[in-house]
């Protein structure tokens, strides 16, 4: 919900932006601008935990999590378990 949230704000910030330009309020829309610069330096700060949990949840219903090897890694070491055992025969 939480970066639903931060994306909303960014379009809703573009839509004000583009209202402002159309009226010839410059002044308006270089705020708007300042906003959304803003938000985009603090979004770690402020959507962080969101996103953290997002990739949790992701992982785990995956049940894939990061710290696993890739899968290149993994067939690597298949290949060579492989090798090894019909070279011992």
């Known amino acids: 919900m939480k970066i639903a949230y931060y994306y909303l704000q960014k379009k809703m910030a573009k839509i004000v932006k583009v209202t402002y330009l159309e009226k010839n309020e410059d002044h ?4 708007v601008v300042k906003f959304t610069d803003v938000l985009a330096l603090n979004h770690n700060i402020i959507f ?3 996103l953290y949990k997002i ?3 992701r992982q785990t219903k995956l049940r894939r999590p990061e710290n ?3 899968e290149r890694t993994a067939s690597r070491r298949l ?11």
């Open 68 to 70: 696993l090897p890739r």
């Open 79 to 89: 290949h060579f378990a492989q090798n090894h055992r019909t070279d011992e025969r």
């Open 48 to 50: 962080g935990d969101a």
């Open 28 to 31: 308006k829309a270089a705020e």
């Open 55 to 57: 990739n949790k949840t």
